[in-house]
């Protein structure tokens, strides 16, 4: 069973179960991860080990979004026959990898990494400037999830490369001090590796509050959008525009084909275009958009049996790849007794 699929290189990616997932993750990952699905043996994981490093006050949080995301990503276009998605605490090998390999990292170089940094900025209310040890070390126990799986490509968002690079480092550095087992991943990232929030905050984020859901509502859609952000320059419809300080031009280009594109830039510039108007139409694309998505989800939400059932199928798939590594890892660390 573990050889069946092994002439295909291997994808490991996934989500913290933190909230639902938006349109930030289906153009930054999601959208990868679907379209890759044929040529890679996929392994999507859902990290809630990793999201309890920041809200271990809110287990509950944790646990319900689990299934969320699951049908987030199985309303996206991830195939349960072609992809394996897992929990993350369900499979222990990773924990246990996670020991040893902190061994081969050094703190300083925990407390270098960018997205940690910025990410503990957000975090001040929970850490207040005394960062736990589970939260510093999460990238380690990130290349756990990687590595576990052998994985060759990691499609991602650009925060996560830092994260990709330690777990390349600690690969290398286990494969030389103990001897060949674990693969160096590489990261993938998309057209659109950094989608900004509604707010034009740097990153679109389900712990940030300014992100539009795959599973938001029309109306909700529609509320958000007349909300974002745009050029403070263009107070009334005539004011000539600047789409590049504008977050409603800025999701435009995802959602708006090239032809209608082009017309809203410079109707906007020369002050032909009101946002109103511009406004509604990015809301109806991005409600066009979403509705097949929604409509897919809608009977996952309906038969939370079939939902169940792939994850309790994947776990057990994933389990006995982690096993194997982790068997390996312990050999060669001398910890077959
Ligand atoms: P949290 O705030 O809880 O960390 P998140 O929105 O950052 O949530 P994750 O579950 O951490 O989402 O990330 C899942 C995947 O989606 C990662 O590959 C991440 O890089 C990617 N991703 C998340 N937000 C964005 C974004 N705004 N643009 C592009 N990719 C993103
Ligand atoms: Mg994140």
């Known amino acids: 069973m573990l050889n069946s699929s092994m002439s295909k290189p291997r994808i490991l990616t996934g989500d913290r179960p933190t909230g639902p997932l938006h349109i930030g993750h289906y153009f930054g990952a999601l959208k990868d991860r679907v379209a890759l ?44 026959q072609k992809s394996t998605i897992f929990i993350q605490s369900m499979i222990p090998e990773i924990a246990e990898l996670t020991v040893y390999y902190s061994n081969l990292v050094t703190v300083s170089r925990l407390e270098r990494n960018p997205t940690t940094k910025e990410e503990l900025k ?18 380690v126990s990130q290349a756990a999830d990687i590595t576990a799986f052998k994985a060759d490509l990691v499609p991602v968002g650009e925060d996560q490369l830092p994260h990709i690079e330690l777990a390349r480092e600690i690969a290398r550095k286990f494969n030389d001090i103990y001897g060949q087992v674990l693969v160096e991943p590489k990261a993938k990232v998309s057209n659109f590796p950094r ?22 509502s ?30 409603v031009y800025y999701y435009h280009q995802m ?13 906007c510039q020369s002050g032909a275009r009101g946002c109103v108007a511009c406004k509604n139409q990015l809301a109806d ?52 007794y």
């Open 37 to 80: 699905q044929d040529k890679y043996d996929t392994f999507v994981i859902i990290a809630d080990v990793q999201a309890l490093t920041d809200n271990f006050l809110t287990p509950q949080k944790v646990r319900d979004n689990v299934k969320e995301v699951v049908m987030d990503n199985l309303a996206s276009g991830i195939d349960p």
């Open 218 to 247: 029309p109306d909700t859609i529609r509320q958000k959008v007349k909300m974002a952000f745009t050029d403070p320059q263009k107070i009334r419809l005539t004011d000539p525009g600047h789409p590049a300080d504008c977050m």
């Open 195 to 216: 989608v900004k929030g509604l707010d034009g905050n740097s990153k679109m984020g389900k712990s940030l509050n300014n992100a539009i859901y795959l599973s938001d």
């Open 122 to 139: 957000q975090k001040e209310k929970l850490f207040k400037n005394n960062i736990t040890y589970g939260f510093l070390g999460y990238p």
């Open 255 to 267: 959602f708006t084909n090239p032809s209608d594109l082009k017309v809203i830039e410079s109707e």
């Open 285 to 336: 694309n991005i409600i066009d958009f979403l509705s097949p998505i929604q409509q897919k989800r809608q009977y996952y939400q309906s038969h939370p049996e079939i939902v169940d059932q792939i994850i309790k199928e994947g776990t057990a798939k994933a389990k006995l790849v982690a096993a194997d590594t982790l068997r390996q890892v312990k050999e060669k660390m001398f910890l077959n």
